[in-house]
């Protein structure tokens, strides 16, 4: 008869040699992608280093410059997208399409062609103040490389631009607008690979190739799930609380060996929601995936594409009106449009036909776009909220307040949150994505309540536990290391 005690020992001890020093690389990660995320242009940047327009440049209407782009194509239709700012100097139309990203100048309708120098231009603003010109920046025109992944691809080929200041920083300007899209510094870079990359195992070769990244995530965190699952049932085996071995000890162990034991008894259960919430994170066999706010959703809130009628606005009028604008983004909220200005201070809707601040749309207008996202099922409740509830707050990033939240009456009670200030969907909620907010958020974050994920109290709590677990896996990785050497 097989020993089944004896094959789980052994199966941990292998399962430890294999992927224990990843599990300990994952809790020392983990505590530096609470400080270092991965690199990505936030809005407060953009807003620092955009350019504002002048109007006396935009000599021609969001309809004029469309039709350089539809000209090249046979079924051009309406861009779902529309934006206007300032590139290299110039006011430049930005058209989102099934067919991707396409730019045109707004002052000659002539298409935007991407150059060195552009580039340059564009990567100016973010270069570190005071050190700009410590020597010639460098362009280098590519498709991917280790901090490109996620939003940045729809802007591929990009132009990597060397600052060459004392920084080390490297900005990324669309291949496509002419925008810069990422910044990085030199210390930024160096902290992800103690964080993002390893936690996520974004090496770039693997990471290129994001079904067989996935099912590496996937796989590696179900091995470290057996890891723990088997160390814990060993654990509570070999422990002793009445019947005490002869020694007078609750455990067998001395050493590494018992600090291994009494780390793992302790933080057994708190190691295995955190492997297991880390496996959900890659939706394993499309289990709790959520559809999110869909590109139907967004037609449907809007009211319909965009026509002409809404490409033929004055635009050149609202930044007389507004100095200072860096950008114009085209919202159509019920059939209506808008024009959301961006200016240093933030966003604000402007009415596109007369073109007044709007301040907030009024709560029953933007119910009856959100009405729209599903037609025909019931709301069960519409309320405006000041402040967070569990599946919309502010934690990593800030949430927008108020929001309208819409809740249908539909199985999987489907609820959106819709901003009145930015006439747009902020955030979307669904059965799956509300087990995936307490199994993963909840479990992996430790990101429960209001209460628990306060700061700087949430920081300690999860720094002492994730060191806590960095010395559990320590301990294991130490055994199997003397264990190999004999």
């Excluded at 990422?182 to 936690?199: F, P």
């Excluded at 990471?207 to 996937?218: I, L, P, T, Y």
């Excluded at 060996?257 to 933080?267: N, P």
Aim: charged fraction near 15%; aromatic fraction near 10%; include cysteine.
């Amino acid at each position: 008869m097989v020993n089944w005690k004896r094959q789980l020992h052994l199966w941990h001890r292998w399962l430890g040699i294999v992927i224990g020093l990843l599990v300990l690389l994952w809790f020392g990660s983990g505590i530096v992608m609470m400080y270092v995320p991965y690199p990505a242009l936030t809005e407060q940047e953009r807003m620092a280093w955009q350019s504002p327009l002048d109007a006396a440049q935009v000599r021609l209407s969001a309809w004029d410059a469309w039709q350089a782009i539809a000209q090249q194509d046979t079924q051009p239709g309406m861009p779902d997208a529309v934006r206007l700012n300032t590139v290299a100097g110039r006011p430049a139309y930005h058209f989102q399409s099934a067919r991707g990203l396409h730019s045109v100048w707004a002052d000659t309708g002539a298409l935007l062609r991407m150059t060195d120098a552009m580039a340059i231009a564009a990567a100016a603003p973010a270069m570190a103040p005071g050190a700009r010109g410590a020597s010639s920046p460098s362009v280098q025109q590519m498709e991917l490389d280790q901090w490109t992944f996620g939003r940045v691809a729809a802007h591929r080929p990009l132009y990597r631009v060397d600052a060459g200041d004392t920084a080390g920083s490297v900005l990324y300007v669309s291949g496509r607008t002419g925008e810069l899209v990422r910044d990085t510094t030199r210390s930024e870079r160096a902290w992800n690979w103690a964080g993002s990359v390893i936690h996520w195992v974004y090496v770039m070769p693997l990471r290129k190739h994001g079904e067989a990244w996935r099912q590496v995530v996937m796989w590696t965190s179900a091995v470290a799930l057996l890891l723990a699952m088997t160390g814990m049932v060993l654990g509570i085996q070999r422990l002793r609380l009445r019947r005490r071995y002869a020694s007078g000890a609750r455990s067998p162990y001395k050493g590494w060996q018992a600090w291994h034991h009494w780390l793992g008894l302790t933080l057994g259960t708190l190691t295995l929601t955190w492997l297991f919430s880390g496996w959900l994170s890659v939706t394993p066999f499309g289990w709790l995936s959520s559809p999110g706010i869909t590109a139907q959703d967004k037609r449907a809130f809007a009211g319909g594409p965009l026509a002409r009628d809404d490409l033929t606005v004055a635009v050149a009028d609202a930044v007389r009106t507004y100095p200072g604008v860096l950008e114009l983004e085209w919202r159509r909220v019920g059939g209506h449009l808008y024009l959301a200005a961006l200016e240093r201070s933030g966003r604000q809707l402007l009415d596109a036909h007369c073109g007044e601040a709007v301040g907030a749309l009024k709560a029953d207008a933007l119910l009856r776009a959100v009405q729209a996202v599903r037609p025909g099922v019931p709301v069960r409740q519409a309320v405006m909220l000041t402040a967070g509830d569990h599946y919309y707050y502010s934690h990593h990033s800030q949430a927008a307040f108020p929001v309208l939240r819409v809740q249908f009456a539909d199985p999987g009670a489907t609820t959106f949150y819709a901003d009145p200030v930015q006439g747009k969907l902020a955030g979307y909620a669904d059965s799956n994505s509300k087990w995936n907010r307490w199994l993963f958020n909840g479990l992996h974050q430790l990101d429960f309540a209001a209460a628990v994920r306060a700061r700087p109290a949430w920081d300690v709590l999860v720094v002492s536990l994730c060191l806590l677990g960095a010395a559990l896996s320590l301990t294991g990785v130490v055994l199997g290391w003397r264990r190999l050497r004999r």
